[in-house]
């Protein structure tokens, strides 16, 4: 089972972030620099099927907003990229061309074996301090 990668030798930052260019996914929290292992195929089969039904409960009941899978997600140095996310439309604003500006309303995150204890715990602590309305995992 891959793991988790921390690096804290400096204070890592947003800038940090955009600075890296290899095949590893990273994520920034409290100026820690994460390295995460790619998802596995049953964990991208479970984020696509949870797409499509949240596609499909917000089209069916006409409800309007942006769904983004593994979009970089910003709270100032810090990004994450969650699974999947949902932003209402009076909140269409922090969307830029290259991430989310600030806290989406809806974070889901898919759990997998490797990744567990970091999403419940580094990622929700962020979540919740940054002021997403909902959070699923």
């Known amino acids: 089972m891959q793991e988790i990668i921390v690096k804290s030798d400096k204070w890592y930052t947003y800038d940090d972030y955009l600075q890296l260019d290899d095949k590893y996914e990273y994520e920034v929290i409290g100026g820690k620099l994460f390295m995460t292992p790619k998802p596995r195929p049953l964990h991208q089969e479970i984020v696509g099927r949870l797409y499509v039904a949240l596609h499909n409960f917000l089209k069916q009941r006409n409800i309007q907003g942006k769904i983004f ?17 949902y932003i209402i439309p009076e909140r ?46």
């Open 69 to 85: 899978l593994d979009v970089d997600v910003i709270f100032g140095n810090q990004v994450v990229s969650p699974d999947i996310i």
């Open 92 to 137: 269409l604003s922090i969307i830029s061309e290259t991430n989310i500006q600030g806290p989406p309303d809806l974070i889901i995150e898919v759990l997998s074996p490797s990744t567990q204890k970091y999403d419940r715990k580094q990622k929700s602590q962020l979540y919740y301090a940054n002021g997403v309305r909902s959070t699923g995992s």
